[in-house]
């Protein structure tokens, strides 16, 4: 399998962005099975792009928006378009998008699309990427417990779409569908072994942790000690706008959820919203009740030490296979990271030029929830929705 | 037309790179603006995690002035000039002072209070732990206003700045430890009082179970019934269990009590290894395990130190290996650290295949009575002990037990010994293979057939057993029952080696051997003492009286060769005499037969030296009562003479005159039982002349019977013990006498329906 990632700058001129990316890829040669994986400024129009691009290649093009992006030789960029090649002649990229979810159709429409994939390949399929756009009505951990109850052995890896903040115009595209509430599912088949890792950085101010006594999904109601929104308000960190994603930017809600063999893994949520009625907040990741949580700050200063730290892990799994090529990594980051680094924002990706392999190709997007496998103390390993949190695959 | 349509699209695409131009300037404006609204935010959101971090600060602060105020202890807070920036006050409440003492120099603040001496070592430690970093504590007494020596546990530790780490000066703790002490010292003395109980109890025990292990072995070899060799086979494999664990407590309680020396003798390690091998050997039977030794060729033959003490740290950890391994291997790897010309290291590991270690558990292993794992191993028996006892014992023998484990893998125990050495001379290749070969059956050693042996012990039970093992080595074996016996036939005849049992009526083994010694001809020949002490420091105390060595009893096989073979002089050895194998002679109908007839004339002996008041005697012929009645398994009798035994050596006269008769009713009734298996009848006390004796009429007869009753009617069992002794003062038939000791049995055990029965057959026997 050989990888390719190329960035432009130009997001107005979709044709001359499209002949900029062409150019850049010429040396690069194109074998039997290929797909194209986009993430762009939520200012492009993506199906124009797409339609550049189809001009010159044949192969599947699947997309996300982003707020901001990382590749192999431009680094970090917070506007612009990336464009990575996946190209190989023995293995499979099959993609393809669901219909329109609802809360309802979600399970059935997401099995159905995965199931169409898989009888369109040959081989079994060792890793799905999934990207989906942020949708109120359902959420990451659903996505990833629908696509898990289908084939648990399959690692999931992907992310939600971002944009500007406003939260409400990210959206994915594959070839000439852009939406809002599809979900792009892409099964890989073939020789390859996917690695993974997945870091967070958060001062551990060892502050209480207070178990969640009330929730559904992403809701929570209640905790030890009265109403989440009575809680904050009593800790100081009372919130007066119902929108609160900026407000709470700085900071995160560290959960310790129990996975199915009563071990607790630790993930991180962010706050989306809050409803001063009821004094309930939603989360974009889920937190079931039994869930112990507390409220955390980012640790500004370490974020590039766990960029550092999840490379440094991959690459020494990456050992473990040596009559495996690796040349991929996808990698996704929390939008919320790139923020709190502030006058600093091109960290990650500069952390990521520095690490990246020789050889290898790295393309990444900054999004609203990350979708990674994650180890529990004993080695389970659990498809996990995530927030905040730097992922990696490599393949 | 073409000029005016080529400026149009010159125009048009000069319009379309300013829209562009236009477009990235504004997306820029809008990303700072956007940018400009997070940092308001994230700078807001920092304030108010500040505010938090700060109300955290101050509660804490708040915390940490009622904890230090209210602490029992007195904290001292002193500058690098050793001046004091702040006190607790515990300090002025303890001291009294009315002044205060912050900003003054520690010297002045605590002028009053310590002493001036005191005071300077102070100071010492705390320019110490300034320029060390390490803190440093110690223990000193103190008097103080209220009450007088006190005892004070004075820590003193780096102060540091958070932010770099800087040290600001020392915190000084004073912390009042005199209950704490007090309290160690009552929980050390309770200890020690429970180590000796244990020390005592187990010794007691060991007795008995002797006497079970031995007639448990005596079944399973005369036992035709295959049910009943189980079942003795299940009895003593229990037994060997039971002891093990009991002669785990008693070395524990010796070593906790410190009552143990290590001895300094020359010794091989192939000794060594030839009873690891055996025991691990036999151990393994069971089991699907392989045992490997890699033994180092270069050891020095000839080491000097502790072998039974090296030995039983090696078993242990052994039996531990193989109590954990269900299969694969267990092994053994003895390799030397030569330190100086007569001085080494022998280190040694023990690795096994088994379940391992848990991490949890590891913290816990060497302590004592404390069993990890305990889900798991619920199984596997013992006390929790044996690694305490092997780190307690590599630890006076100047060395270090470590362990290695992966658990589910496997666990590896190393640990070094100092030892000395002498000589050259070098181990050499050792192959397990010999070792057990060697070691697979108990065959003597050797055969001396001309080799003069002589045995003393009053207890002719033992003689026996003595003798059956001798005679696998020699034909010449005399027999002497006392000191007086034995030094008659040594001045008779001269032996080559002589076993005196220690304990023995009128002249005890240390005086016979004593005498025999005078004679011209023994003033070299070995005199080993037979005894069933077995403390630690028993054998050196047995060497000082003058012994040449000591085979503890019940006689173990691979002692008594290891000792006749050390014994006796290579002139009169032949390789294996014999053909058979090696057994030795039983407890069989002989020896019953002898502990009947022997019985016969204690049965009189014992109530006659009560009437004499010979307390001495009568001891020692319940001790050798105890040891037989332990040795064929009668428990109960062992234990009740023992009773005798302490009453005796606590000159306890009332106990045994009351109790006499219930333990001869017990010791009557084992000896009936043995008539009918050995032909040797009991004589009725009828040899006992009742001469003297006034004889009863009817009516006397008559009004004892209603004394009797009326005693038992009223449960006054001391009158009617003292009515039955009474009437043992008149002629009575054997008949008679004998209802009447074992009315006397009845109502020590205060068996009223018993007591009943006895009355009616006693009356129906008034005219016999």
Known sequence: MAAKTVYTEEIDDLELAAAELHAKLKDFHIMKNTLGIVFCDVETDEIALVEELHKYYDFPIIGATTVAMITTEDGYKDTGISLMVLTCNYGEFCADVTEELTAENAQEEITKTYNKIKTSMNTPEKLALVYAPQMTHLTGDSIVNYLTAINPDVHLFGGIASDSFDLTSNRIFYNDISSRSRIIIVLIGGNI???????????????????????????????????????????????????????????????NIKVDNGEY????????????????????????????????????????????????????????????KYTTFLCTSCAGRFLNLATEPDAEGKACQELLPEGMTICAMYSYGEICPTYTPTGQCYNVFHNKTFTLVAF | MEVIERTKEMLEAEIKQLTNQLRKTNRKIERLERDRRIMAVLFDQSAKLRNINDAEVKRQSFYNTILLENSPDIFFLLNTELVVRMVTDQFYKISNLNIQVVDLPIRTALCSVLSNELITNLEKHCREVMSSSQTQSFIEHVDTSTSLNRIFEISISPARSKADNQILGVILVFRDITDLVKAKERAEEADQAKSNFLANMSHEIRTPMNAIIGMSEFILRDAPDSIVREHASQIKTASHSLLSIINDILDFSKIEADRFELNQDKFSLSSVLYNVVAIATARMQDKDLKFELNIDPSIPYTLIGDERRLQQVIINLINNAIKFTPHGSVTLHIWPEILSDNKLHLH??????????????????FQSFVRVDTTRNRSIEGTGLGLAICQRLVKRMNGKITFYSVYGLGTTFTFYIECSYSGKETLGVIDSKDLRNESQSFEPTFSAPNLNILVVDDNTVNLKVAQGIFKSYSNNIALATSGIEAIELAEKKTFDIIFMDHMMPIMDGEEAMQHIRQLPQYAETPIVVLTANTISGARDSYLSMGFSDFLPKPIDLKQADAILAKFTPVEFKQDFANNGSFVPNPIDQEILEQVAAEGKEKLLLLPKLVEQKDIKNYTIQVHALKSVAALIGRKSLSEHALAHEKAGKAKNLRYIEKDLDSLLYEYRALLEELATKTKVYVSEPESEPQVNLQKLSEDQFAEIITRFEGALEDFDLDLLTEFINETKHYQLNPTQLNILSSMQAAAAAFDYDKLNELIVLLKSKKGE
């Open chain 1, 193 to 255: 072994h996917p690695v993974f890792q997945q870091q967070y950085s958060i001062i551990d101010d060892k502050g209480v942790m207070s178990e969640v006594t009330k929730s559904e999904e992403n809701v929570v109601y209640e905790v030890t000690g009265g109403k989440l929104l009575d809680v904050l308000n009593l800790k100081g960190m009372g919130i007066a706008k119902a929108d609160a994603y900026i407000e709470f930017v700085g900071s995160v809600f560290e959960a």
């Open chain 1, 265 to 324: 893994i630790s993930v991180m949520r962010d706050l989306r919203s809050v409803n001063v009625e009821d004094g309930s907040a939603v989360f974009l990741g889920n937190v079931p009740v039994g869930s112990k949580m507390r409220l955390c700050m980012l640790n500004k200063e370490n974020i590039t030490n766990s960029v550092k730290g999840a490379f440094k892990d991959v690459i020494a799994q990456i050992k473990d296979h040596p009559d495996y």
């Open chain 2, 348 to 365: 040694c590991s023990v690795s096994d295949t088994g379940i391992g270690i848990k991490e949890e558990d590891r913290s816990q292993l």
